[in-house]
């Protein structure tokens, strides 16, 4: 956000863009009239493959610099309707509980504004904390979480707080629609059948894509989505912890996005998992154009 230095003056031109998502100034990038809020929240304690996703949320800060506003497949420029960025969540190694609760005291403060949040991971255990928030303001909403992985262990490890139990956790809070799964336990296979949750394997996708059409059906009037980015293939999107083959497309997520954006109202989201890898970018500018275009998409108000 703008420096308090220049508040109410034209910022001079031999200052670089500030660390705000998109490199925002006043007035976009003012909390008090954002319609919503980037919550960037670095951490990645109990991952077990490769640890590095605590880098992920300023990567996709420093990405997202370098997009353009204007959207083409919209025509509309979603910034000029306010997006805030707070500072990084303080991180805590106490326990992961402990960590879930600092995501959940920042969710329930950007909710209390009236702002949509967008949680930016991080790994995927942190979600938890913002749909804990979430549950606290609303009786009913549908969790759509797009992941390779299930997610749905009651513990990993010795601890049901991991970012493998993350959904498990969540059913506690909200229905649950999963897609993209492509790694998934005989328990949680299981546990989707007892409970009849809607879940649509990648390869179920791939062979039928007219299953596509049946997700937004599924979906209750207030959803929040959570994506893990290895939902995507590892061949556009290799910057994860653990990546599996037989990923999504960028178009068939984008075009399932809008269609949720235009038929439901989006309460929040989360984008989580980015690994940053130093010898490719291309991941980070991925990441960062998926959480504006979901901005863009919310900001349409066609629910």
Request: aromatic share 8%; charged share 20%; glycine share 8%.
């Amino acid at each position: 956000m703008s420096s308090s230095l220049f508040k109410g003056a034209e910022t001079p031109e031999w200052l670089g863009p500030p660390s705000s998502f998109l490199g925002l100034r006043s007035p976009e990038a003012d909390f008090s009239t954002a319609r919503a809020v980037i919550v960037p929240a670095p951490y990645d304690g109990t991952t077990t493959y490769r640890t590095g996703t605590r880098e992920g949320p300023r990567a996709i800060l420093n990405a997202s610099r370098e997009l353009e506003f204007y959207d083409e497949e919209t025509g509309t420029e979603a910034c000029r309707q306010g997006i805030a960025t707070l500072d990084e969540l303080a991180v805590t190694v106490a326990s992961p509980r402990d960590m879930v609760n600092n995501v959940r005291r920042a969710g329930e403060f950007v909710l209390a504004a009236g702002k949509i949040p967008v949680l930016l991971g991080g790994e995927h255990l942190l979600s938890l904390g913002m749909i804990e928030a979430l549950a606290a303001r609303h009786d009913d909403f549908t969790i759509l979480h797009l992941d390779a992985h299930a997610d749905l262990r009651s513990s990993y490890q010795g601890s049901p707080y991991s970012n493998a139990c993350v959904m498990y956790q969540a059913l506690q809070h909200a229905s649950l629609v999963q897609l993209g799964i492509r790694a998934i336990t005989r328990e949680e296979h299981e546990l989707v059948a007892e409970r009849g949750i809607p879940c649509f394997l990648a390869h179920q996708l791939w062979r039928n894509p007219g299953l596509w059409e049946r997700i937004v059906p599924l979906l209750g009037p207030r959803v929040y989505i959570s994506l893990d980015l290895d939902v995507f293939d590892p061949a556009i999107m290799p910057s994860v912890g653990t990546p599996e083959p037989g990923g999504l497309g960028w178009y068939d997520v984008l075009r399932l996005l809008r269609a949720v954006c235009q038929e439901r109202q989006v309460v929040g989201f989360d984008v989580m998992e980015l690994l940053p890898q130093p010898h490719s970018v291309a991941a980070d500018f991925l990441a960062a154009r998926l959480v504006y275009k979901l901005l863009t998409y919310i900001f349409l108000d066609n629910h």
